[in-house]
């Protein structure tokens, strides 16, 4: 019994230690970073009053969704999209490499418009429910629409009046394309021919699809956050970082030796696996991230200090090693539950009422909190009874109990 648990705490304690050197930095840089550290691009929309729609709250969360959806169609990681004011959308687009494509997109703010030959708007950008780019048989790229309910019947209305003219899709005032109607088209949905290139039929699919905007908007404000300033954010967050976790370690490892050791060890363990989670959940790291990071890092040996000072208690009552850990824990549990509940309670509202960067910080630190609960309560408590099982410290002084002990402790 006392061979075996000696093997298991130092397979343990060895393992942590060498995964933890071994993957720590690469681990932490396979996490997507956000805007403000890695770069990208800065943009701000303005909705603008036109005699066809004026610019209302529902009109801008509309613009809201839409712009996330364009944004989504290019493919960018997790970029920021939220309203500021009453007018306003800011849209932030970290490690864009191709900031005047991604800007394009974005500024083609104009409603859409199907307008028949005598210059008439049937249809607008919000009867369009779908737009697709298609390959049929023959090899032939194009578009296919789908419209909503009652857009179907204004296209079907506008389809039969048309037979053998064009109708105009515009966007920004200028022709996107001009297709001419064949027959009547009363099935809501249609498709538009022609001679492009499948990236061609893409973005016209894309500017069609994103083009439903229910007021006009323009942009106000570009601007580039660098990839210096990232770096130089980069760098202190992680001394930040380092130094955060290197004062707690210390300060473990001179209040409760021994066992302060068997927190360091849990600690490390409690990083990996914050860091994998967040790898695992495609969460993006940013600076206010990394603050619930080392926020949490402080409160992952918060509840190790509370087992550990009725740890000691019990060891100066004169209760046996084993006995006293039972009793620590057991004695901290609710303390540390109800601690670390409310904290994940403050997580959760700042999650759901907060906003880009305040939901990251958010983030890290309720997953953290759970996490750090997690190895304090089962890991620390394991290699602690393997600790004692394996018999191979009896001082209570490397437990950091031995200077209050007025009655001898029993083995």
């Known amino acids: 019994m006392k061979r075996e648990s000696f093997l298991k705490l130092a397979v343990v304690v060895i393992a942590v230690i060498a995964v933890f050197i071994m993957f720590i930095k690469p681990l932490a840089f396979s996490i997507r970073q956000g805007l403000d550290l890695q770069g990208g691009t800065h943009v701000v929309l303005e909705g603008v009053d036109t005699p066809q729609a004026k610019v209302n709250d529902d009109a801008m969360n509309r613009v809201v969704k839409i712009m996330e959806n364009r944004v989504n169609a290019m493919g960018l990681t997790e970029p920021i999209i939220q ?40 249809l607008t950008g919000t009867d369009l429910k779908d737009a697709r780019e298609e390959t049929d048989q023959q090899g032939q790229n194009l578009v296919s629409l789908e419209f909503s309910p009652e857009g179907a019947k204004k296209f079907a209305k506008l389809t039969e009046e048309n037979v053998g003219r064009t109708i105009s899709i515009l966007l920004d005032g200028k022709v996107l394309t001009a297709p001419r109607v064949n027959e009547p088209i009363t099935g809501g949905k249609a498709v538009i021919t022609g001679n492009r290139s499948l990236e061609e039929a893409h973005n016209l699919a894309l500017l069609l699809r994103s083009g439903a905007l229910p007021v006009k908007v323009k942009i ?28 707690v370690v210390l300060f473990m490892l001179f209040f409760y030796r021994v066992s302060g050791f068997i927190a360091d060890i849990s600690l490390m363990a409690y990083v990996l ?65 109800d601690s670390n509940l409310t904290t994940i309670i403050a997580a959760v509202v700042l999650f759901f009422f907060g906003t880009g960067p305040i939901r990251g910080f958010a983030i890290t630190l309720g997953l953290g909190v759970i996490l750090s609960m997690f190895t304090a309560i089962t890991m620390t408590q394991y290699l602690l009874k393997w600790l004692i099982a394996s018999n191979i410290i009896h001082n209570p002084h490397l437990f950091g109990a031995s200077l209050f002990t007025e009655k001898a402790v029993k083995k």
């Open 83 to 122: 309203r500021e004011g009453q007018r306003r959308v800011i849209v932030e687009l970290p490690g864009v490499k191709n900031p005047d494509k991604a800007i394009n997109i974005l500024g083609k703010t104009a409603m859409l418009e199907f307008r028949d030959e005598d210059g008439n708007t049937v």
């Open 220 to 247: 106000i404000e570009t601007r580039t956050v660098g990839p210096t300033l990232g770096q130089d954010s980069k760098d202190k967050s992680e001394f930040a970082f380092t130094i955060g976790v290197g004062a």
């Open 273 to 337: 696996i914050l860091l994998f989670a967040l790898k695992m959940l495609n969460a993006t790291l940013t600076l206010p991230g990394i603050a619930g990071i080392i926020l949490s890092v402080g409160m992952a040996v918060d509840a190790n200090v509370l087992i550990f000072e009725h740890f000691k208690e019990e060891i100066r009552s004169g209760k046996t090693l084993r006995w006293a850990m039972d009793s620590g824990f057991k004695r901290a549990f609710t303390t540390i539950f």
